[in-house]
């Protein structure tokens, strides 16, 4: 691997860390939404952030690979564009260049990684280091400062860990689950610690979900790993005949299932509300559905197709004028709400692109195994559903650090980056 490859792997371990948790705060209480849009930012975060663009962005000018691989991910590259371009109309500027600068370093960090002729193992073995500091770091609060592990909520405690909240601490094990499982599944060769590692930083990720208590982070989970399972089905089967008649199979037995439930509700007219209140939700969503209809309200009263700019909204004198008296309307709690928001109708229709061009590089994929191609597109259904009812798209977090791998990991293998041999161990290094 090298000296550099060294330093570019815990550089960006070092970012994720400081930028995705708490780690630099953890000891101070939430303070109210106003003092939020006051936020100027932490002035220790800032130097990490450019200590690391430091090292970072001179390593990536020497990969070759780097240019090949943001050709193939254009649509990503367009939604960077327009993202920085939308800073220069936003109320707020500084602030929303500060926070494009965040998730750029993100982006130029697993770039520089992926651009590494090792066929992914430098940002594997950078994903599982950044993943097992959080887990374990979480665990310790959670077991010995529980003030600062835990957050009350409804009259009761849920784990938050080092992530600063129950929802985004629950958000990162079901993450950390789904990316274990591709570590595990992409890499041959792996010694027996380090599929002990493995298997052991995915158990406390799931145990640390279930202390957590996410609803959204949960069922996205369950429904990743459904479409995993299916993925193993229907990813190994070549004959366009047989896929045919699976597929109808499928069709009939969904047609079914939703007979039956019509049929059920006639006599169960609380079906969709039972439902969703077993699930711990109200039909509101925790107050969600107003939020969005003033969100959508006032968007309908100004230009709609530019946006209020990158990070924008919830910081400027415009979010004032929410009636709402929730105490966490410093979020849209939508991701594709949020992307209307701020990016206007030209962004979304991007973004949306962005989505749908890297549905079909992964479903279209051809060299890699159908397991790894399966843990790609579970990774990609968790990251799309998530954001229906949280936010997440464009942010320093780890749901949105799903879809920047993506982007670049497809193109790498399209693109013949890491040659014809790549399932090799991630803990490997290079040879000579």
């Known amino acids: ?38 936020e100027t930012g932490d002035r220790i975060l800032s130097i990490i952030g450019i200590a690391v663009a430091m090292v970072i962005v001179p390593q990536l000018l020497k990969k070759k690979n780097a240019l ?18 939308s800073c220069l109309w936003s109320e707020v500027p500084f602030i929303a260049f500060r926070r494009f600068s965040k998730v750029l370093i993100m982006v130029i960090c697993v770039l520089t990684l992926l651009s590494e002729n090792d066929f992914g193992a430098s940002f594997k073995r950078a994903i599982f280091t950044y993943i097992t500091l ?5 665990l310790g609060f959670i077991l010995f400062f529980p003030q600062y592990g835990w957050m009350p909520y409804e009259e009761r405690f849920l784990a938050q860990g080092i992530l600063g909240h129950k929802s985004g601490f629950s958000d990162f094990c079901a993450v950390s689950v789904l990316f274990v499982l591709w570590i595990k599944i992409s890499s041959k060769g792996l010694a027996g610690r380090e599929e002990v590692a493995l298997a052991i930083i995915g158990i406390i990720s799931l145990f640390l979900l279930c202390l957590g ?16 399972v299916f993925g193993l089905v229907f990813n190994r089967i070549h004959t366009k005949r047989t896929m045919a008649f699976l597929a109808m199979v499928c069709l009939f037995i969904s047609g079914t299932i939703l007979l039956s439930l019509l049929w059920i509700n006639r006599y169960l007219p609380n079906l969709l509300e039972t439902a969703v209140t077993s699930m ?9 559905i107003g939020l969005w209809e003033e969100l959508l309200s006032l968007r309908a009263k100004t230009h709609p197709f530019l946006g209020y700019g990158f990070g924008s909204f919830f910081v400027s004198e415009k979010s004032s004028l929410l009636s709402t008296s929730l105490d966490w309307t410093y979020t849209a709690h939508c991701g594709y709400l949020r992307l209307f928001m701020e990016l206007g109708i030209v962004g979304t229709v991007i973004f949306l692109l962005f989505l749908g061009h890297l549905a079909i590089s992964i479903f279209t994929l051809k060299n890699a195994g159908y397991k790894e191609k399966s843990a790609l597109q579970a990774l990609l259904l968790y990251a799309v559903c998530y954001n229906i009812i949280s936010d997440t798209f464009l942010a ?23 040659g014809e041999n790549m399932q090799l161990g991630y803990f490997k290094r290079r040879r000579g």
């Open 396 to 418: 320093v977090r780890i749901s949105f650090l799903i879809l920047i791998m993506l982007s670049f990991y497809t193109a790498a293998i399209k693109g013949n980056v890491f």
């Open 280 to 288: 711990g939700k109200d039909m509101t969503f925790t107050g969600r």
């Open 213 to 228: 208590r996410g609803v959204n982070p949960s069922l996205n989970l369950c429904l990743a790993l459904i479409c995993f």
């Open 1 to 38: 691997m090298g000296y550099h490859f060294n330093i570019a792997v815990w550089a960006t371990v070092l970012y994720l860390v400081v930028t995705t948790t708490s780690i630099l705060s953890f000891w101070k209480e939430a303070g109210p939404v106003s003092a939020q849009q006051a």
């Open 68 to 85: 090949k691989i943001l050709r193939l991910s254009w649509p990503f590259v367009l939604v960077l564009m327009f993202s920085l371009m």
């Open 134 to 138: 959080t887990i374990l770091i979480s």
